[in-house]
C-alpha cells in the first residue's frame, strides 16, 4: 500500500513535508476542524424499515401516532376485578381476544393474562399468586367455609400499606353466577388502579417519543415497533472506501512483497459506529490518474475515506489527485502519533475525502480523529469517540515532544494501563484495548483523556 509512512519511522525524514505542505494541524484542532466540515454538509434523510435502521440517526422526531397501550390492559397474569371483593368470575379475556364480558360490574371478575384488554368497569387486576378461588353452588351461593377478607377482632380491616385496599373486611354474598353455570368466588386483596395499564399510559398520542438527532439502538426500534411503525426517517452518511496500493491483497496469505488489507475490515464497524453507512472496499490501483478518476465520480453528500496514498512517497498519489480536482484542503497532516500522514479535504462537489495512512494502528487512530467527527457531524449526532471521560495513566509513558500520542489503553474504574505496541502498523494493542489514551506533547503527570473505540 503506497504511503511509506515516512513521516513517522524514518530519522531521516520524520521533519520533511511535502512541497507546499503546512505544519501539521494540532491533534485537538484536527477534531474541530472535522466535526465543523462534517456539520457543513448534511446527509439526506430517507425513509428506511425498521430492519435496516439499527445504528442510524434519527432524521425526523419520533411522534406517536397512537395510545400505548391502545385500550386498558392486564399488566400481571390474573383477574380483573370490579370494586370490592369477594368477586364472581364471569368469564375469561386473553391476550389478541376481545373476551365475551364486555363491562364488568361491582363484585364481578374476568380471568386475564398480561396484556389482554380489561373490559368497561375494571378497577384494578389481582395476579394470580395474590388470589383465592372457592366454587359456588348450584344455587349460585357460596359454601360454608369460603374465604374472606382477613379483619382485626373489632372487624374491621387491616389498615392499607400506602394505598387504600379493597375487599378488607367481613366477607358479604357474591352475586351469583351465570343461570345454570356454577360460578366460582375470587377472594384476594387487591389496590385501586393496581396491575392495570390504562389506556396511554405509557404514551398518549401525538407525543415525542425521541428526538431528531437520536441514535437508532435496538431499544429505539422496539419504541418505534410498539408505535405502530414499520419505518424511519433516518440519516446515514455514506462512506465510500478506495484501497490503493498494488501490493495490498484482500484475502489469504499473502505472497511475498504483498500485504493483506487490515484497513478494509476496521472502516465498516467504526463507519456504523459513527451513525454511517460503509460500501465495500474499492481497489484504486497506483498510477497517475487512476484516484483522480475516482474522486471525480463523488457525489456531493458522500464522504469518501481513501486508504492510503495520504504520505509523500512516489506511488502516494492522493494530494495531487485533489489539487488537480480543485479540492479545498481543511486538514493537511495531523500532529499526533500514530497517525501523521493523515488529510481532510472538500471537493466542489461538496463531497469531503479523509486520507488515512497505510500503516493500520495509523489508520485507526486517523479514522478516529478525522473520519468519525465528520459522520457524526453529518448526522448531526454526538460523536462516539468523543467520551469526555479523563482517567489517570499509570506507568512509564513517555510523551512526544512536538505531537500528541493516541496510547491503547486497559481501563478500570479510573486508571488507565499502556498495552505495549511495536509501531504504526501494529494493531495488536488495539484490539484488546478498552480505550486511546491521549497523551499532550510534553506532558506533566495527571489525568488524560480517553477516545473512545468500537467495541
Not at 375470587?186 to 417519543?209: K, Y
Not at 440519516?235 to 496500493?245: D, I
Not at 480543485?326 to 472538500?346: E, K, M, T
Not at 482517567?391 to 500520542?405: E, I, K, M, N, S
Request: net charge neutral; proline share 11%.
Amino acid at each position: 500500500m503506497p504511503d511509506s509512512g515516512a513521516w513517522e519511522t524514518s530519522p531521516l525524514l520524520r521533519d520533511r513535508r511535502p512541497s507546499g505542505h503546512h505544519a501539521p494541524t494540532p491533534w485537538p484542532r484536527a477534531r474541530e476542524l472535522a466535526r465543523e466540515v462534517g456539520a457543513g454538509g448534511g446527509a439526506e434523510a430517507e425513509d428506511v424499515p425498521l430492519s435496516a435502521a439499527r445504528g442510524a440517526t434519527l432524521g425526523a422526531d419520533l411522534v406517536s401516532a397512537i395510545d400505548v397501550p391502545v385500550l386498558d390492559s392486564a399488566a400481571m397474569d390474573g383477574y380483573a376485578v370490579c370494586g370490592e371483593g369477594p368477586w364472581t368470575v364471569v368469564g375469561r379475556t386473553l391476550a389478541g381476544h376481545r373476551g365475551p364480558v364486555v363491562r364488568l360490574h361491582p363484585g364481578e371478575a374476568v380471568e386475564t393474562a398480561t396484556g389482554a384488554v380489561t373490559p368497561d368497569g375494571t378497577t384494578a387486576v389481582l395476579p394470580h399468586e395474590h388470589a383465592t378461588l372457592a366454587r359456588l353452588g348450584e344455587d349460585g351461593t357460596a359454601p360454608e367455609g369460603a374465604p374472606g377478607r382477613r379483619a382485626d377482632e373489632a372487624g374491621r380491616p387491616f389498615p392499607p400499606k400506602g394505598a387504600p385496599r379493597w375487599g378488607s373486611g367481613r366477607t358479604r354474598a357474591p352475586r351469583p353466577g351465570p343461570p345454570g353455570q356454577p360460578g366460582v368466588l375470587l377472594s384476594g386483596e387487591v389496590v385501586p388502579g393496581r396491575h392495570l395499564r390504562r389506556r396511554g399510559e405509557t404514551t398518549r398520542a401525538g407525543t415525542v417519543a425521541a428526538r431528531a438527532g437520536s441514535p437508532v439502538t435496538p431499544a429505539l426500534l422496539g419504541l418505534a415497533a410498539s408505535l405502530g411503525r414499520d419505518t424511519l426517517t433516518v440519516l446515514r452518511p455514506r462512506v465510500r472506501v478506495l484501497v490503493t496500493g498494488d501490493e495490498v491483497v484482500g484475502e489469504g496469505v499473502p505472497r511475498p512483497g504483498a500485504v493483506r488489507d487490515a484497513i478494509g475490515p476496521i472502516l465498516p464497524g467504526l463507519v456504523a459506529w459513527a451513525g454511517g453507512r460503509g460500501e465495500p472496499g474499492v481497489a484504486v490501483p497506483d498510477r497517475a490518474g487512476a484516484l483522480e478518476e475516482r474522486l471525480d465520480a463523488v457525489a456531493g453528500t458522500d464522504t469518501v475515506a481513501v486508504c492510503g496514498s495520504s504520505s509523500a512517497g512516489p506511488a502516494d498519489h492522493l494530494r495531487p489527485a485533489l489539487t488537480a480536482l480543485g479540492a479545498r484542503f481543511v486538514v493537511d497532516g495531523v500532529a499526533c502519533r500514530p497517525g501523521h500522514p493523515q488529510l481532510l479535504a472538500v471537493l466542489p462537489s461538496g463531497a469531503v475525502v479523509v486520507g488515512l495512512p497505510g500503516n493500520p494502528g495509523a489508520a485507526l487512530a486517523a479514522a478516529l480523529t478525522l473520519l468519525v467527527p465528520v459522520l457524526s457531524g453529518r448526522a448531526d449526532r454526538r460523536d462516539p469517540a468523543h467520551t469526555g471521560r479523563r482517567v489517570r495513566l499509570v506507568g512509564d509513558v513517555l510523551p512526544h515532544a512536538r505531537d500528541t500520542r493516541l496510547v491503547p489503553v486497559r481501563v478500570s474504574r479510573d486508571l488507565a494501563v499502556e498495552l505495549p505496541a511495536s509501531g504504526s502498523a501494529d494493531l495488536r494493542a488495539a484490539a484488546v484495548a478498552d480505550a486511546l489514551a491521549v497523551v499532550p506533547p510534553g506532558r506533566v503527570p495527571g489525568l488524560v483523556e480517553l477516545v473512545g473505540v468500537p467495541a
